[in-house]
């Protein structure tokens, strides 16, 4: 069995991935103000590295970021209901912008869901 890593096209399918989500975090009232100014290119760079090694592919996160410890990282934004929807509406748009087979989207958008859950850290 491949991993899904391979099934959906490696790394050029995560590079397309965030950088549509990357595209849409731009332009976004909320979430906007909460990545860095000048290191978007960085941001989107390490949420790569990260969605590649989650599926299965090389570890390059973990070489250069260490262990993920994501709730941790996140507890340093304020991260309510509000901000978990902007960030899963823009993550929606680039899913919805790539073409893979429907029922790998759906593992995708179904760890999406629960991953972004864990990360609020502000009660509303
Ligand atoms: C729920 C709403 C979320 C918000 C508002 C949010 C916001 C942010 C912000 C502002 C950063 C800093 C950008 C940077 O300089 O790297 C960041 C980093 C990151 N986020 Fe999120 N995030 C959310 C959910 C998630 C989820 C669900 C995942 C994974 C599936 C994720 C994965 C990451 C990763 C891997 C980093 C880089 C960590 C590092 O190595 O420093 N985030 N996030």
Redesign the pocket.
């Known amino acids: 069995m491949s991993s899904f890593y391979e099934q959906v096209g490696g790394d050029a399918f995560f590079a397309d991935l965030t950088s549509q989500f990357y595209a849409v975090v731009a332009t976004d009232p909320i979430?906007r103000p909460?990545?860095?100014d000048e290191?978007m290119k960085?941001?989107a760079q390490?949420?790569q590295w990260?969605l590649a090694q989650y599926w299965g592919g090389p570890t390059t996160y973990q070489e250069n970021?260490g262990h993920?410890r994501?709730r941790m990282?996140?507890s340093q934004?304020s991260?309510d209901t509000a901000?978990?929807d902007a960030?899963l509406r823009a993550m929606r748009t680039a899913v919805d912008g790539v073409e893979i087979k429907e029922d790998l989207k759906e593992q995708l958008w179904d760890y999406?869901e629960l991953?972004?859950d864990a990360?609020?850290n502000q009660p509303d």
């Open positions: 979430l909460m990545y860095p290191d960085g941001a390490r949420l990260f970021r993920p994501l990282r996140h934004f991260i901000a978990r960030w999406l991953a972004a990360m609020v």
